[in-house]
């Protein structure tokens, strides 16, 4: 059995790091069904002023008294980014999508919070067409667990027949609410989110390489989507509350974007929708505490 890596970072993983994997060899699925254990710790991340200022005007969502759900999300990104670009990992990270992620808030977290992180590697699942991967993550500050997330990479191809443990990918909701709000994606700041989230894909940066995978052009990083749908819901600053979203399709930059939501017993959905597609590109269910006792 391969020995576990173990990566530990004082600050946000170098950029230039990842890029430098980018075109590498795959090695290919291990014969035990698992992901290499691989973990990345980085300790004592704390937000300047300045970078949250610049995370709230890129996001789209409001400044408050306490961090969004989608803050720790996005600033350990570049810490699945370390675990993607690793020579131990089983496919190279331009191969990989985001395709699912579950949040978890549990407390508050104050602005000025210290934050360890903690990334470890989790399922692998084949797929008919693929094959999905998870990727753990977990932020502690004063020794006590604050948020976690499970996020789900899908990488496209024929890796072998799926097996009786491959268990189903959990099915998003369908939301047959009314239009609640529409507006145009941003069309610019493409560079700035991309380094603040360590997501520097040229799927989100350039025209040209997006055209040549076959999309129409570039589109937004998905956790900022994201983040203009809580901002827009009015979601942005719940205390404990936990968020899944599905991500289905590509949101462009300057598209115009339609927001449906629907409130159910416990939870509410919403989907989003680019120009006049009945196919939402994104799919997403909140869920929060006060929900759950009124079930």
């Known amino acids: 059995m391969p020995a576990p890596i173990r990566l530990d970072y004082r600050a946000q993983p170098s950029l230039l790091a990842f890029v430098s994997q980018v075109w590498r060899p795959s090695r290919g699925f291990s014969d035990d069904g698992r992901l290499p254990d691989i973990q990345a710790r980085w300790s004592g991340q704390r937000a300047s002023p300045r970078q949250l200022a610049d995370y709230v005007g890129l996001s789209g969502l409001p400044a408050g008294e306490q961090l969004s759900i989608l803050y720790p999300h996005t600033v350990s990104f570049p810490m699945l980014m ?48 693929g094959a999905e991967m998870d990727l753990h993550v977990s932020a502690e500050t004063g020794g006590r667990k604050v948020w976690e997330a499970l996020n789900t990479f899908y990488a496209r191809g024929r890796f072998g027949a799926a097996g009786a443990a491959d268990a189903a990918a959990p099915s998003s909701p369908a939301v047959a609410g009314e239009a609640r709000t529409d507006w145009k994606m941003p069309a610019h700041g493409c560079w700035r989110y991309g380094r603040l989230s360590g997501d520097i894909n040229p799927l989100h940066m350039n025209n040209w390489y997006a055209r040549r995978l076959g999309y129409a052009g570039a589109f937004a990083h998905p956790q900022r989507v994201i983040g203009q749908c809580l901002g827009h ?63």
């Open 82 to 129: 370390a675990v993607l670009s690793h020579p131990a990992f089983p496919l190279p990270i331009w191969r990989v999508l985001q395709v699912r992620n579950r949040l978890t808030l549990h407390e508050a977290i104050a602005p000025d919070a210290v934050l360890d992180f903690t990334v470890r590697t989790g399922a692998r699942r084949l797929l008919e067409k």
């Open 233 to 295: 819901l009015g979601a942005a600053h719940h205390g404990p509350m936990q968020l899944e979203t599905w991500i289905k399709g590509p949101v462009f930059y300057g598209a115009r974007v339609t927001l449906r939501t629907e409130s159910r017993p416990g939870e509410e959905v919403f989907a989003l929708h680019v120009d006049d597609d009945a196919r939402p590109a994104i799919v997403g269910r909140i869920v929060t505490p006060n929900a759950r006792k009124s079930t």
